[in-house]
Nanobody
Framework: VQLQASGGGAVQAGESLTLSCAVS????????MAWYRQAPGKERELVAS??????KYSDSVKGRFTMSRDRIQGTVGLQMNSLKPEDTAVYYC?????????WGQGTQVTVSS
């Protein structure tokens, strides 16, 4: 199973970015699809997760980020609005199918003030 994250970049605070994760396995058969991020010197943290169609967000991104799934494209998206400098991190997508867990390679998001 391969997950390929893309869409990162450098933006100003208040701007938006959309991340996409191309998944080689059926995303609707997954147990969990999720986005994580890791800032320099910090632990990887959960940003958003989708389980059986129900999505949860971390408090730090709630109301600004939206996670989506595209069955036809086989992708999982993360729409990020009103970006803040503290959103700067490498963003990773993760997919779980039963006990099997797969990670994408990460995409860098840099937000300047």
């Amino acid at each position: 199973v391969q997950l390929q994250a893309s869409g990162g970049g450098a933006v100003q605070a208040g701007e938006s970015l959309t991340l996409s994760c191309a998944v080689s396995r059926n995303i609707y058969s997954s147990t969990v699809m999720a986005w994580y991020r890791q800032a320099p010197g910090k632990e990887r943290e959960l940003v958003a997760s989708s389980v059986m169609g129900r999505t949860k967000y971390s408090d730090s991104v709630k109301g600004r980020f939206t996670m989506s799934r595209d069955r036809i494209q086989g992708t999982v998206g993360l729409q990020m609005n009103s970006l803040k400098p503290e959103d700067t991190a490498v963003y990773y997508c993760k997919g779980s199918w039963g006990s099997s867990v797969y990670w994408g390679q990460g995409t860098q998001v840099t937000v300047s003030s």
